[in-house]
């Protein structure tokens, strides 16, 4: 039927008889169908690899922090110490290193530097983490960390596979490209002298 609402001539050709699916068209070359097919496998790497490595990442990660987390739980201690001298400054500044010290539970007083608040007076109690050996330390990791920590890696592979992902297509298109002018290079080469003839005669 044609615009008008009328049907259509006996023996004119249906709207779909002039379609040709892309993957029979005579028209397309090698190179065509390997674009064709690398873009698909690439969208399925992407689909289907990125969450996987994002994921696998991002859990290698926890792993190995919860590791670190458990190992410094179980290296270090809180102890009550005090400094051996005024902290000068107010509660707004940094925090700033002075001396202080402590009493061991078997009795053994030791004294290390530590970062404490500015007005913090002589012989103040503060706590301070400290380690197996008697050494100031900081506080250790948490769950909190481990779970940064894996977020971050998870982030990084993703978008380092979407990266990648990209420059390979990039790439590989360049490739094709190249390919597909050095033929119509050559073919022209081909070509060129025959059309030039006909204008001659």
Known sequence: M??????????????????????????????????????????????VGLPAAAYSAGTTAYDASMRTVRAQVAQRHEVTARPTADVPGDDQGPRQPVQVRWTEPGGVVRTGAALVKPGTSKGDAVRVWVDRSGHVTGPPSNTLNAK?????????????????????WRGTRLL???????QWDAEWDRAEPLWSARFRR
Do not use: C, I, K
């Open 2 to 47: 044609n615009a008008q609402g009328s049907p259509d001539p006996p023996g004119s050709p249906s709207p779909r008889e002039g379609h040709v699916p892309v993957r029979a068209n005579p028209l397309r070359r090698p190179s065509d169908r390997f674009e064709w097919w690398f873009r698909r496998f690439l969208t399925v790497l992407l689909v």
């Open 176 to 182: 094709l490209d190249r390919r597909r002018y050095a």
């Open 148 to 168: 940064t920590t894996a977020w971050f890696a998870g982030a990084m592979v993703a978008l380092g596979t979407v990266l990648g992902t990209h420059l390979l």
